[in-house]
């Protein structure tokens, strides 16, 4: 079984950063990636990143790899969602997850383990 946590969201002023952490416990041998992926008040869950189990390899998609990027701390088995330049759209829940296959990362049902997510609200 594997635990995934998130925390680090709260209210900013456009313009701001926050980094959001991603905890993962339990039997992490299995992974091969986690995502970051988030839900805007009456949208679908969209995927803003992952990051290798390793940390090697890191895929921000277009729409946010400017100001986006995802960092992993080996040591601490945990993940992080750096965020910079935010903006209101960005405002929303923001999950982690972590899964143990090799197909695509962008697809939420690829995902086998999920945290309860963390709301990031962006003031104009």
């Known amino acids: 079984q594997v635990h995934v946590v998130e925390s680090g969201g709260r209210w900013v002023q456009a313009g701001g950063s926050l980094r959001l952490s991603c905890e993962i416990t339990g039997r992490t041998d299995s992974l091969t990636a986690v995502g970051w992926f988030r839900q805007p008040p009456g949208t679908e869950r969209e995927f803003v990143g992952r990051?290798?189990?390793?940390?090697?390899?890191?895929y921000v998609p277009d729409s946010v790899k400017d100001r986006f990027t995802i960092i992993r701390d080996n040591a601490k088995d945990t993940v992080y969602l750096q965020m910079n330049d935010l903006r209101p759209e960005d405002t929303g829940i923001y999950h982690c997850?972590?899964?143990?296959?090799?197909?695509?990362?962008?697809?939420?049902?690829?995902?086998?383990?999920w945290g309860q997510g963390t709301q990031v609200t962006v003031s104009s």
């Open positions: 997850a972590a899964k143990r296959g090799r197909n695509s990362s962008e697809n939420p049902e690829n995902y086998d383990w």
């Open positions: 990051i290798t189990w390793t940390g090697d390899f890191v």
